[in-house]
């Protein structure tokens, strides 16, 4: 059969998909494939047609015509995985000028969608639901998403007792998402008419969620109440930004996540850019379940004395933090991604700041602790050969430092990373 289609001058369906994938990040290449003939044009759409974005108005139209066109378009909305609704224009703060999704058409829209995987939500305003259109409420949510992002939106309240009202009424038309991103999501009071509802949404269904996000800038009482709408046993990652603000707001939303949400496996911790929390967060109220624990240090682009001084206080703070792990914590795995600056690794000086010593009597107080992985990117990059050696030599000092100390029993495995 293979030989007929190469007989014939056609490839064989099953290379043609191959081909379309490798080329599906690629929105020209896709096009010019489906160019070619109707068999590349039928695999080559169900790639090309795979993201829709629209961009919401004032007028509250934009879904509304949203929805026209996926009626008018045959097959298209059996294609989409991806739908991101975000305005044109440039950032705004204000949330008074953030376009609105009325959730009834967003809800009618996502209906329309039965294979979406993720919904990206930038720089909207999300309302609750209205009181006079309850009976539209999905009573049976069939939505599983791979992800739902929220990012610089403003989340509708009306009722001084249960902020983030707008959210409990969103979650609940999906039945399961597995990562939700909160990323400088804010909470705004608006007084409404009794039109819209008020508190829980009408519907009692809490969506399964098993990764958490939340970004530096959310503020208090989000954990709890969100602890009200998902399913808080089937969270198992969470994921927090440090806030470059202070301690006060990140310990709050800190502590308020392990309070309700119990069986939390992975802690990510990504570090700020522009300042490290002085005093490491207390690991003491952590769930017992925690398995493991992932560092992120800020992003360096520049090779100078600042980025230096960002990657010694992250790692500072990553040894304080360590230094603090209640050894009832079953912690098997420690992970630290970062990027270093190259002038780092010509100072003399540099092994004594990373305090490799000081690092290892952290780790070997973690009975349960079976792995400990440090990935470094260096900045700016240079070529292999020039960077190997200089790698070998640095490093070499400080492992001689701790080798006595992972030479003993039942030590963890150390893993470092350099690219």
Known sequence: MVLDHWQGGRLPPDLIYLIVKLCSDDRTTLLSCSFVSFVWRQIASRRLFTKLTAIPSLSDKSLEALCLFLDSCSNLHLKVTHLTIAPAGPNESDSDSLEVVPLPILATALAKLPHLLHLHLSRVRVVPWPVYQLSSFPPKPSIQLDSLRLIASAIDYDDPDFPWEALAHLLPLFLAIRHLDLDTVHA????????????????????????LYLSEYTHFGLCTQLSRTILANYLVSLQLGYADSGDVLVRSTYS???RVFPHIKRL??????RSIISTPLDLQPAPRTIESIHYKFPTLDTDDMTSLNTFNNAWEHVLASLSIVPSTLPLATVSIQATVPRMFLGDRYGNRWIRWDALALCLLKLPALRAVKVDLVVVPQTPPRELVQEFVDYFQHGFDEIHPVFDRERCPAFEIIVS
């Open 188 to 211: 705004v009071y608006t007084q409404r008419s009794p039109r819209y509802t008020r508190g829980l949404p009408p519907i009692p269904h809490r969506t399964q969620v098993q990764s």
């Open 256 to 258: 308020d996540a392990f």
């Open 268 to 273: 990510e911790l990504f570090l700020a850019a």
